[in-house]
Structure formats: structure tokens, C-alpha cells
């Protein structure tokens, strides 16, 4: 099975990795499996804007002003950001002419795909005009765009200097203090330069006699305001984030693609810098780069970078995201990783790289280094030593930058190993913000989009994460373009090839309990027990502090806190099944969390075990196979998670003796006989096409891994049953699983998880469970549990779907053996 391969795949390539960071770990950590799945039929609160124009992939939220500005292929649009899909939107038409496209077609580029105005820089200016670029078929152009009429200019700027000609490029642009921070590929060339413009001092990167950027991609930039509270009088700094080719790399076993081994790497300028004034005249002075890495450096390429604060540079963290591929590339994974600034910081007070011309390679430099410290940025010290600006620098300091920009030390992930890993993923774009909870704690939440369309949303706690829900956004697997997060509409908004969405920061109400509520972890969650509900802890802000530190919330274990509350409600309704012996009855009971196992228990004690006594344990219900007497009595189905018990569904089971009526059947005599043969036929058919399913399954799992294409909606999980408890200290404890409601009231007298005592049944049901088969379907299988998720359309999702093929035998099964008789209880 690739599933068990992959930790071990995993494993080895980390262990002839150099110089990666350690990661011998559990091997459950090797695939995160977000709690909750949320499909896009399931999905609620959402809105959405689509124009007649496609590639929403630029946004720009105002909060002041309420708007989310939208650039996408060939037009502007200004949205209320309190819903997206009002109507209310404003729009720019902003494409390029049928004779720019003519051309853009001469030149050889597609006309189909690049040769249109696509919108790749969209930002506030000054009070009054927002500043866009587009790449207008390979000629870019610049606008300054009033924001109140949103109406583009008489007048266009130049934007060769500014924007990408390739649409597909990887961008990212700042204004600060009016000046333009760019970084991409510029020109029909396509060279790769970070530069200043529109600006008193313009700047770019040096090219001779060695390139600073080697083929560079860039994902992110941001500005830290590092000159705050400096004690030092430091300067703010611009961070860059990219991939390019290594220079560096080069030895051992990775020698031959030395020449396409490209590395991630983060690269600072400092905001002040105005340049050299003979040397590096008009380029960078403090341009310094290190190496990024977060799993397995060899494999892995820089996705998207988020970087949070909370109000000080000091806190300053950045999440990164990357996928790893293999050389084969049949499996593909993604991974999360945290830096701290301060780390980022002393990575450049760190020492530097030379290149040795003798052996034409690059090593650590161990000679003597100038003073004022090449890159640095120019502080209070340096003012006082009559070095106001970069122009002051000695020429010994400017010709050290020039030949020194690489750091020696690689920026490693805090705590030395990535917080997230998770196979069958590509994670495209990230965003986070800090979430303070009630209690005062504060936790870094963080949305993942993927390239086929979910969203992932993660909380970082300690050393790794927990995926509190994944939720498919888009229909068709296309991928997530961009995401930015308004806490002030609760909203993330997500830029897709197709429109922009606009979904909920959480949805607390999908938590119908006090356990399932902590259970999930979300810190924009907690339980009210006063209003019995699961509410958003922000929405409180303006109740009295008494209700908000009542809210229950464990966030760091996930499980303690619902101990007293009030909710301890009647069990859910019992629901009764009356079968023949000798027939086989589904008992359903779905799980709502993927990391959730599924408990049987018969009266109250006895644990079911799978593959005992008839007994099949799948997640999504139980099968008893072959009913005897002794099956009859109360099942009670429950969810174990995170070292709690959750009752979800109680059956009563009566097994009924088949009256010794003369069946239709022919054979009389030698059909008693021939029974328990027919019965292990059945039995050995059934494994038959379980280990058939089990083969059918690897090697589809294999051909989609081959395929590594999208692969829609189904999702894959398996979860090991071995060390599932391991690490919580909390004793299994049964709590039950609804809040009380309307119709439940004045029910108090029976405790959690009452078996003993059980309602008085309501009318039983008819069908032994088989046709009420949940839309998800899960294979039964003992050792492992594995949710294959169904198409809507009801059609069942390949040709290894063993609880159907499973239904349908035993369905047949049922017609011949059964007797026109119905069920006493059902009449
Ligand atoms: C624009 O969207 C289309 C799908 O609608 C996609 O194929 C294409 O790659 C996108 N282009 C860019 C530059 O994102
Ligand atoms: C692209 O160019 C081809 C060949 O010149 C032409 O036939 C086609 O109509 C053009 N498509 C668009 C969308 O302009
Ligand atoms: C903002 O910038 C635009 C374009 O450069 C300029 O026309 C306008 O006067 C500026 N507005 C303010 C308030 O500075
Ligand atoms: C730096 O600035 C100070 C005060 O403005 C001035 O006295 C000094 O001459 C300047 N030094 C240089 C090298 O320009
Ligand atoms: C469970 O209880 C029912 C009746 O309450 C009884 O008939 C049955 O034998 C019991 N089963 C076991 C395994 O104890």
C-alpha cells in the first residue's frame, strides 16, 4: 500500500537530506488530517462576485473604507466587503487593444492566455488614488486611480520598470511612503530584479560581475517596521521571498542537477538605503539573502508566505508555505513552516558566503570583514561615526556587498522542523492572523488554500498544527489564487481563476455540543453554556466581560472544560431494528470528525470488536452479519476522540426466530444442511471482494498518485488505530452528544450515555439500515478506517466502493432468503 509507504519514503529521503533539519517523529504527524470535511454542497454563508472576466487574482482590502478592490484579467472592481455579492460593485474595464494583442501575438506569445491586460498590482497611493499595474499584452502600464470615482486616468505611466510582461510570472509589490517596492522578472527578457522606483532614489539589484538573483520566482514581500522602538535606531526593512537557482549548492549526490536545483530563499533591503555613491551607484547597498529551508531541502519549493505580528516587529513571525516532490513525482506533499523574525535577523548578523573563483564554488567566508558590517542597515551608531546615508559607506564596504550577498547560515524553521505535513496536498497561498481568545492566550489561525480548490484552516499550537476543517470553495479543482483576511467582516476572501468568495472566518453553530466544540479547537470558538451554544468569541466583545470568561475553550488540549456544564442531555433517540436470524443488519452511524474512531458497545459494556462474532466496525455504522439470537439487545454507537466518548446513535436489535413456515424454497431437506456452507461461501465471498477492493484500491491510489492531477472532491484519509490515545493524560470519559433541546426538556433524570435505561422506543423503522447507506462511504476494513468519499450524483465512486458492492450482495441476499413477511414491530 503507497498509504503505509509514504511515511517511510518520507523518512528515508529526510535521512540522506543535507543539511535538513531533524525530523524523527511519530509517524501519525506525517499527514495532518484536518478534523472536519466540509464539501461544497455543505457549505453555508458563503457569497460570491463574478464578473463577466476571469483571474481574480489581485486583492487589496480597505477596512477604513469597507471596500475589497479586485484586479483581475482585463478589469478593476471596487466591492463592499461586507458582502461581495450585493450588487453594489463598482467596475474599471481595463484591457488591452485588439492591435496590443495583435502584436502580443506577433511576438510570439499566446493569444489565448498572456496576450490580455492582466491586473498584477493593485495598492493604495495616497488618500485619494489607488496605483495598478497590468500587463497589457506584454506592454505593461501603469494608472493612478481615483478611488472615489474608480475611473481610470486620461494618462498612463510606464510599466516596464514596475510590472511583469508574463502574467504567470511570480510578482509582489509595495508602496511605501509613496515609493514603489517591486520584484519580479521584468522586460521581454525576463531578468529578475527587486527595485525602487517612483521614488527620489530609485534602486535595483546588481548584475556584475555576479548576478545578486539567479533566475529568481518571487511569492512574497513585506515591510517590518523595524525602526519602531528601535533602541538602536535601526531602519525598517523590506523582506523578499523567492525561489531561484542555487549557486551554492553542489555536492554529494546532488552534483548532476546542480544546474536546475532551485532553493527558497528570503532577502532583506533596507528601507533607507539610497544607494552607493560611486560604487553601487543607484543599486542596493543592504541587499543581503540567506537560504530558506523547512523539510527536506532538496525537494521542496516555496509556495506562499504570510507573516504575522502582534502590534511589535519584535513578535514578527512569517508562516511559509511548500510542496515537496519527489524526482519521480509521483508523490507530492506540502509542508508549513514558522520563522521568527529575531531568527531571520541574526541569520544576517551571521556570516557570510564567498565565492571561490579557483574551485568556481561557494563557501563560507572566514576572513576579515569591514567595518560598518557590509548590508547593514545605517543606525544611530553609524549616524554618530558621520555615516548619515549608504552614499557615506567607505568603497571597502560597498565592494564587500557587492560580492558577498549570501548568508552562510541557512534560515531554519523555529523549533528546528516544520509544524505541518500533509501528502496528496498543494498548497498554493496562505494567510494568518492572530486570534486573542477570551481567556487572554493568543493563537496564530491560518488559512491554507490549495490547487484544487479547499481551503485548509489551521491553528499553530507549540510545535505543530492541527487542521480544524478543510472546505472544498470551489466546485470544479481549480486553484486558490490569492486569500486575504478582514477581521472586521469575520471574512476571508479567496481570488480564483473564476471569481472571489467571500466565507466565514468560523462557523461555530456546526458544533452542537460542549465536547465538539472544544473538540474542534477553533479559538474563534467557544461554548456558551448559558445559551447552550457554540458562539464566536469576537461577536461578544460588546456583552459584559461576565459572559465572555464564562465561554468555555481549550484550544491547547482540546478536551477538558465541558466537564461541569449543564449539558449533560438524554441520549439520542433509540431507534429500533427488528431482523430475522440469519439476516444481516446495518446499523449507521456517521462520524462527523475524521479523527474520530468509532466505538460499538452491546449493552452498555461489551465493546464490538471487528471481524468478532459477526460484527463488521466501519465508520460510517455497523454491520452484523448473520444474526443469531444472541445479537438482540442495545447498541450504542460512540465517537472517541482525543481521550473523550461521545454517544451518537442507540439501536435496539431483536433478532427473531425464523418461524418454521414452508418456505418457497425447493430443496427442504438438504437446505439446512447446505446453510452454514452457503454462509462461509458468503463469508469467503465477501473477503474475496474486500482483498479485490483492498487491490483495486492501492492501485488506483497508485495510478491517481501518477496522475498527481487533481483529483475533485474525493478525499483520502486513513487513520492507524495503534497509539491513537497515546499522549493524553484524560481519561476516556462518555459524555453525550446533544445539547438539550425543545422537545427534550424535563428529561433529566438519566444520566450520560443512559443504556440501562432507555426511552420508550419509538415506532421501529422497517429496513434493516442497508438502503439508508450514508453519502459517505467508508471501507470496513479491521485494521485501518478510510473514508472514500461518494460523487452526489449518487454513482458511486469507482469501482471499489466495498460498502455498496457490499450492500447490493446482501440486498439479493436478503430477497432470496426472506420470506414475504413483514417485520411485527413495523406494523
Ligand atoms: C486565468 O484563468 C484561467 C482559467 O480560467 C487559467 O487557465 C489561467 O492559467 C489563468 N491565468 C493566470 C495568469 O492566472
Ligand atoms: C489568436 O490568433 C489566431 C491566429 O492569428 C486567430 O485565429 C485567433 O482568432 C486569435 N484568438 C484570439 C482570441 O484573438
Ligand atoms: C495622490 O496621487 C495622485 C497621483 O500621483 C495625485 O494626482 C494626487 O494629487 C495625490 N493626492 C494627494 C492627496 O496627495
Ligand atoms: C551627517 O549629518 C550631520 C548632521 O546633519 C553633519 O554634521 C555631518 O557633516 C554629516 N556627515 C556627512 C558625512 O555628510
Ligand atoms: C443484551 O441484552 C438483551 C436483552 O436486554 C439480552 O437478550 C442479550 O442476551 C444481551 N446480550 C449480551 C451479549 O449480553
Known amino acids: 500500500m503507497w498509504g503505509s509507504l509514504w511515511p517511510l519514503l518520507l523518512s528515508l529521503l529526510t535521512a540522506t537530506a543535507v543539511p535538513g533539519p531533524s525530523s524523527r517523529r511519530p509517524s501519525r504527524e506525517l499527514d495532518a488530517i484536518p478534523r472536519m470535511t466540509i464539501p461544497y454542497e455543505e457549505l453555508s454563508g458563503t457569497r460570491h462576485f463574478k464578473g463577466r472576466v476571469q483571474n481574480y487574482s489581485t486583492l487589496l482590502l480597505e477596512e477604513d473604507s469597507g471596500k475589497l478592490l479586485v484586479g483581475a484579467r482585463g478589469a478593476l472592481f471596487s466591492l463592499n466587503a461586507e458582502d461581495i455579492g450585493d450588487g453594489t460593485h463598482k467596475e474599471i474595464r481595463w484591457e488591452a487593444s485588439p492591435e496590443m494583442q495583435n502584436k502580443c501575438h506577433q511576438k510570439g506569445k499566446n493569444n489565448q492566455t498572456e496576450c490580455f491586460n492582466h491586473v498584477r498590482f493593485l495598492q493604495r497611493l495616497n488618500a485619494t488614488h489607488l496605483y495598478t499595474c497590468g500587463t497589457h499584452a506584454f506592454q505593461p502600464l501603469c494608472a493612478a486611480i481615483d478611488s472615489e470615482a474608480f475611473t481610470l486616468p486620461a494618462t498612463f505611466e510606464e510599466g516596464k520598470e514596475k510590472c511583469p510582461y508574463d502574467p504567470a510570472r511570480g510578482f509582489t509589490g509595495l508602496i511605501i511612503d509613496g515609493g514603489l517596492y517591486t520584484a519580479t522578472r ?10 525602487r522606483s517612483r521614488h527620489p532614489h530609485s534602486l535595483r539589484t546588481e548584475e556584475a560581475p555576479m548576478h545578486w538573483l539567479n533566475d529568481a520566482e518571487f511569492v512574497f514581500s513585506v515591510l517590518v517596521r523595524e525602526s519602531e522602538a528601535s533602541p538602536v535606531g535601526d531602519d525598517d526593512k523590506v523582506y523578499y521571498f523567492f525561489t531561484e537557482r542555487a549557486a551554492e549548492e553542489g555536492s554529494g549526490s546532488f552534483a548532476q542537477s546542480r544546474s536546475s536545483h532551485r532553493v527558497a530563499r528570503v532577502a532583506r533591503v533596507c528601507k533607507g538605503d539610497l544607494g552607493g555613491k560611486k560604487i553601487l551607484q543607484k ?17 521542496e519549493t516555496l ?19 511548500f510542496t515537496l516532490t519527489t524526482q519521480w513525482k509521483t508523490l507530492e506533499a506540502s509542508a508549513i513552516c514558522r520563522y521568527d523574525l529575531a531568527e531571520v535577523q541574526a541569520v544576517f548578523s551571521g556570516p557570510y558566503m564567498e565565492y571561490q573563483d579557483g574551485v568556481r564554488r561557494w563557501s563560507r567566508y572566514d576572513g576579515g570583514v569591514p567595518e560598518p558590517r557590509p548590508g547593514s542597515c545605517i543606525t544611530d551608531s553609524l549616524r554618530s561615526r558621520g555615516y548619515n546615508s549608504s552614499r557615506d559607506l567607505p568603497s571597502m564596504v560597498l565592494d564587500f556587498v557587492k560580492l558577498h550577498p549570501l548568508m552562510a547560515r541557512p534560515l531554519i524553521p523555529t523549533r528546528g522542523r516544520s509544524l505541518l505535513l500533509k501528502h496528496s496536498v498543494r498548497y498554493t497561498h496562505l494567510t494568518g492572523i492572530p486570534v486573542t481568545t477570551p481567556s487572554g492566550h493568543t493563537y496564530d489561525l491560518l488559512f491554507l488554500g490549495t490547487a484544487d480548490g479547499w481551503i485548509h484552516k489551521a491553528v499553530v499550537l507549540g510545535s505543530g498544527m492541527h487542521i480544524i476543517e478543510e472546505t472544498q ?13 478582514s477581521p472586521t467582516q469575520h471574512s476571508l476572501y479567496i481570488g480564483t481563476p473564476s471569481g472571489v468568495i467571500q466565507l466565514p472566518l468560523s462557523s461555530c453553530y456546526r458544533y452542537r455540543s460542549c465536547y465538539d466544540c472544544i473538540l474542534a479547537r477553533d479559538p474563534y470558538c467557544g461554548w456558551d453554556p448559558s445559551i447552550c451554544g457554540c458562539v464566536v468569541t469576537t461577536t461578544l466583545a460588546n456583552r459584559c466581560q461576565m459572559s465572555r470568561t464564562a465561554l468555555i475553550q481549550d484550544i491547547e488540549r482540546g478536551n477538558r472544560g465541558c466537564e461541569g456544564s449543564r449539558d449533560t442531555a438524554p441520549p439520542p433517540p433509540l431507534k429500533t431494528r427488528s431482523v430475522l436470524r440469519g439476516d444481516d443488519v446495518l446499523l449507521p452511524c456517521d462520524q462527523p470528525s475524521n479523527l474520530a474512531r468509532a466505538l460499538w458497545l452491546l449493552n452498555g459494556s461489551m465493546g464490538l470488536n471487528d471481524g468478532q462474532g459477526g460484527y463488521r466496525v466501519g465508520v460510517d455504522g455497523l454491520l452484523v452479519t448473520d444474526t443469531q439470537p444472541e445479537h438482540s439487545g442495545n447498541y450504542g454507537c460512540y465517537a472517541e476522540e482525543n481521550g473523550l466518548r461521545t454517544l451518537l446513535a442507540l439501536y435496539s436489535l431483536t433478532v427473531r426466530p425464523v418461524t418454521p413456515a414452508p418456505a418457497p424454497q425447493a430443496p427442504a431437506a438438504p437446505g439446512s444442511q447446505l446453510t452454514p456452507d452457503v454462509r462461509l461461501l458468503y463469508v469467503l465471498a465477501i473477503a474475496a471482494l474486500g482483498g479485490l477492493c483492498l487491490i483495486l484500491a492501492s492501485s488506483l491510489l497508485y495510478m491517481a498518485c501518477l496522475r498527481g492531477g487533481p483529483r475533485g472532491r474525493r478525499r483520502k484519509y486513513s487513520l492507524g488505530r495503534a497509539g491513537r490515545t497515546g499522549g493524553s493524560a484524560v481519561q476516556l470519559q462518555t459524555v453525550s452528544g446533544q445539547c438539550p433541546g425543545e422537545e427534550d426538556e424535563g428529561d433529566d433524570g438519566e444520566g450520560p450515555g443512559g443504556l440501562e ?3 420508550p422506543p419509538p415506532p421501529a423503522e422497517l ?13 470496513m476494513n479491521g485494521n485501518s478506517y478510510m473514508l472514500l468519499r461518494q460523487s452526489d450524483n449518487g454513482v458511486a465512486a469507482g469501482p471499489c466502493s466495498f460498502a455498496e458492492e457490499l450492500s447490493r450482495i446482501l440486498e439479493k441476499r436478503k430477497h432470496t432468503q426472506l420470506v414475504e413477511q413483514l417485520d411485527e414491530s413495523s406494523v
Not at 521584468?186 to 527595485?195: A, C, L, T, V
Not at 543599486?283 to 525537494?299: E, G, V
Not at 506562499?304 to 511559509?320: E, N, P
Open 303 to 321: 509556495r506562499g508566505v504570510c507573516h504575522l505580528d502582534a502590534g511589535t516587529s519584535a513578535h514578527t513571525r512569517f508562516y511559509a508555505a
Open 767 to 779: 429496513t434493516n439500515g442497508l438502503v439508508a447507506l450514508p453519502s459517505r462511504l467508508r471501507r
Open 757 to 759: 435505561a432507555p426511552p
Open 283 to 299: 543599486k542596493w547597498t543592504s541587499f543581503l539573502k540567506a537560504r530558506l529551508i523547512c523539510h527536506i531541502p532538496q525537494y
Open 186 to 195: 521584468y522586460e521581454f527578457r525576463s531578468i529578475p530584479d527587486i527595485r
Open 473 to 485: 470553495v470551489l466546485r470544479e479543482p481549480q486553484s486558490v489564487e490569492n486569500l486575504v483576511i
